[in-house]
């Protein structure tokens, strides 16, 4: 049985910030005290406004302080 306090373990280390792979890009941000991690995508440098804000799925996305998502 695993102990809840057992750190979670990982085939591979996610290096921290953006990684573009084959099939699109990895992102993986740590923060110690976030409660919601958030992409935002903008369509030009310019714009003041993202055109897609993805959300980090909590339960799926976050491995103890990393989130991630692809």
Do not use: K
Request: charged share 20%.
């Amino acid at each position: 049985m695993l102990s809840s306090t057992r750190p979670v373990q990982f085939l591979h280390t996610f290096p921290y910030g953006s990684t573009v792979e084959e099939d699109g890009v990895q992102f993986a941000v740590f923060s110690r005290n976030a409660t919601a991690v958030r992409l935002l995508l903008y369509d030009d440098v310019a714009d003041r406004e993202p055109s897609t804000v993805i959300e980090c799925d909590p339960v799926h996305g976050r491995h103890g302080d990393l989130w991630t998502l692809f």
